[in-house]
């Protein structure tokens, strides 16, 4: 769980959408997994036989129907026009429209966010919540600010317990910087070269603890045994 900033800290993401170079909704191919990035424009639930739950995304190419034949009470909460959405799934068509059918939803930001920037023209991370968390609102988009907020403030205060020429030798970046790229990557090299240090971290201590356990062992003398009886003297 989340308890402490350290814990915030190393929440890692479980994957990014790169929106520094988007493909317009017009543009995606059917029939393959894409993500859809756009503004919500209209919600609904459709009546009939296939009672469903309809948003409707659209960017400046075209839009794209997410379709939920169930849960309806859930979605009409959880979103509202205006939220600028990524829907992950199969597109296809449905009735001549270009559609998802129970679709990944993520909110990378709301109408008026302050924080545009944290989720918008970047490479966007994506963090796995718990039940709970969502109903704390503890959101992805809500760990984004405050990732982004945690690392404003004691970003400077991130000491690494690494020396510099074990870093160079290694070839890992600094603890700060791994921190920072896993979080808000500039580029998806940034990520690799992060999540390579926040990995070398867990391996080295992994190893360290293994050589303290074998030094304590050496300190303690072995029992010498005395085997007594014929069979021991054969």
Avoid at 51 to 70: L, N
Wanted: proline fraction near 4%; hydrophobic fraction near 40%.
């Amino acid at each position: 769980g989340i308890e402490t900033v350290g814990d915030l800290l190393l929440y890692l993401p479980y994957r990014y959408i790169d929106r520094t170079t988007e493909v317009g909704i017009a543009q995606l191919p059917l029939d393959m997994e894409v993500t859809v990035v756009g503004e919500i424009v209209a919600m609904e639930v459709i009546p009939g036989k296939r009672r469903r739950f309809v948003m409707t995304v659209e960017d400046d190419t075209g839009k794209v129907f997410g379709m939920w034949f169930g849960g309806y009470q859930y979605f009409r909460g959880a979103y509202e026009a205006g939220d600028l959405v990524a829907l992950g799934g199969k597109l296809s068509r449905f009735g001549g429209k270009l559609a998802m059918t129970h679709p990944e939803v993520e909110v990378l930001a709301s109408e008026g966010d302050e924080a545009q920037r944290v989720h918008t023209g970047r490479i966007i991370p994506l963090y796995n919540t718990t039940a709970k968390m969502k109903s704390e609102r503890m959101t992805a988009r809500a760990l984004r600010r405050l990732l982004f907020a945690a690392l404003d403030v004691v970003g400077d205060e991130i000491v690494d317990p690494l020396p510099d020429d074990i870093r160079e030798r290694c070839g890992v970046v600094g603890l700060r910087e791994a921190i920072e790229k896993v979080h808000f990557p500039d580029v998806f090299s940034d990520v690799d070269a992060a999540r390579q240090r926040l990995a070398f971290d867990e391996i080295f201590y992994i190893q360290l603890h293994l050589g303290r356990m074998q030094k304590e062992r050496e300190k303690t003398p072995g029992r010498v045994l005395c085997p007594q009886g014929t069979l021991a003297k054969q």
